[in-house]
């Protein structure tokens, strides 16, 4: 069993470089890879393009790299709780490629699984469609969408083992599940990193054989983007 486990974070990111494409897990805060994206920050890597679902909020999650300016690109679905992003967006300072949700997800998984490219109706049309290659199934037209490559994917799980098998919990299985294996080098960082054997098959969400480095994440802050709760009787 090939042991992919490395001591830290810094570690881990080895080979991060300047202008690279990268995958971030998450959804709004909820599966974020905190302990990577500090991490990148502190690197100081510039000119990336980040592919994920948004950019977090102003002072955590990728909100982060944006308020350095270290983001050239942003490949991502909804902005609308990020002001500094949207800031950048409509001064022409961060390029954007606004994705459909459902499209977002597939492209990773196409990617994940070595599909090129997929068929989706979603965007036909639209802005998303144009310049792209559009084609007619049963009467429905459908809009040919590449799968993403990237550098590097950095997922964020709940149990991990030694050898790369993953466990998610809860709303964390968004898309740090498809991402996994969509990169050239994926990163997984587990809130508890377990030896081989210690992980009920059955209960492993994505196998070690997508994951090349895992390391033991700490300090998580886990915050809430927007905290609703039912008024009292």
Not at 9 to 16: D, K, N, R, S, T
Not at 186 to 206: C, K, M, Q, S, Y
């Amino acid at each position: 069993m090939i042991n992919k486990k490395v001591n830290n974070v810094q570690e881990a990111l080895q080979g991060v470089k300047n202008g690279m494409t990268f995958m971030l897990g998450g959804f709004g805060l909820c599966g974020i890879p905190e302990n990577a994206i500090a991490a990148l920050v502190k690197l100081d890597v510039r000119e990336v393009t980040c592919i994920s679902n948004n950019a977090g909020v102003d002072d955590f999650g990728l909100g982060l790299l944006l308020q350095n300016k270290q983001i050239k690109k942003m490949i991502s679905s909804y902005v609308g709780e990020n002001d500094e992003f949207e800031r950048q967006m409509l001064s022409g300072e961060l390029e954007v490629e606004l994705t459909p949700q459902g499209t977002l997800a597939e492209k990773c998984r196409a990617a994940q699984a070595g599909f090129p490219a997929f068929y989706t109706p979603a965007g036909y049309g639209t802005e998303v469609a144009e310049g792209k290659e559009t084609r007619e199934f049963d009467g429905k037209m459908y809009v040919l969408e590449p799968a993403f490559k990237a550098d590097f994917a950095f997922v964020k799980a709940w149990k991990g083992d030694a050898a790369g098998n993953l466990i998610f919990k809860g709303t964390s299985r968004n898309f740090n599940p498809n991402m996994c294996g969509a990169a050239t080098i994926t990163v997984a960082e587990v809130e508890e990193l377990v030896e081989v054997g210690e992980l009920d098959p059955n209960n492993i969400h994505i196998p070690g054989i997508f994951v090349q480095r895992i390391f033991q994440g700490k300090n998580y802050e886990k915050r809430i983007e927007q905290r609703t709760v039912r008024m009292s009787n």
